[in-house]
């Protein structure tokens, strides 16, 4: 019988996050989707294929005694290494996205997401095509809520929801007219991965060429039930 998975409420991803507060947490199974704000960031990590405790321990390198050029040198490439990981990590979830969202807006493909630490302060950033820096939560609502559900949704489906059958409760609700028909096509490219349904009011959600492809569900009264046509 095929795994049914229901999304209704799409986390909102805002990493500005302590690694080891988060890695105790975790440790601890504390953290799940009642607890939206770790929730997100564990995802995060999860597509990362890194843990909060691998990033939190590779923080932690003593500071080098003065002159000590050796102690200075395990430091660095202690420090370097964490830095060349999130890099390679940013590039990665952006193509990720990239793949799967394509906007029209020829400036909106222009970024690079990038995920960066000091000590053990973890943050994500969202840098343009001339290099200037802003924190995703600073982004627009719709921007921030398609970097969330894209995280969130890539962290699931790899796992133990990979082959599931997603159902989508009015995804794309933060989204305006024009970002919800860009997303109306990710929506189909996601679902090359997962049979998926999705309920919508928004007409931008459903294109003309998918007409087929649509249901009506009815609340027909108490006694008839839902309809479905």
């Given amino acids: ?29 504390a953290i799940d989707e009642s607890d939206p704000y770790n929730f997100g960031n564990r995802c995060l990590l999860d597509l990362l294929n890194f843990s909060a405790r691998e990033l939190s321990e590779m923080g932690r390198s003593p500071d080098p005694a003065a002159g000590n050029q050796e102690e200075f040198e395990t430091y660095r490439v202690k420090l370097d290494q964490r830095d060349a990981i999130l890099n390679s990590a940013s590039l990665r979830l952006t193509q990720q996205i990239r793949n799967v969202w394509d906007p029209e807006d020829t400036d909106e493909r222009d970024y690079t997401l990038r995920i960066s630490a000091d000590q053990q302060y973890l943050k994500v950033s969202v840098m343009d095509s001339i290099g200037a820096s802003i924190e995703l939560d600073q982004r627009s609502e ?65 294109g003309p060429d ?20």
């Fill in 142 to 206: 719709g921007f921030q809520w398609l970097v969330s559900f894209f995280i969130v949704f890539f962290a699931q489906t790899k796992g133990d929801l990979h082959d599931a059958i997603l159902l989508l409760d009015e995804p794309g609700l933060s989204l305006h007219g024009l970002k919800q028909r860009a997303f109306r096509i990710t929506l189909n490219s996601l679902s090359e991965e997962n049979q998926l349904a999705f309920t919508t009011h928004s007409p931008f959600l459903v």
């Fill in 1 to 29: 019988r095929p795994t049914l998975v229901y999304f209704s409420t799409y986390t909102r991803v805002t990493p500005l996050l302590h690694l080891q507060h988060l890695a105790d947490a975790l440790d601890a199974e």
């Fill in 210 to 229: 998918e007409l087929d492809l649509v249901r009506v569900v009815e609340m027909a009264g108490r006694e008839e039930g839902t309809k479905v046509h």
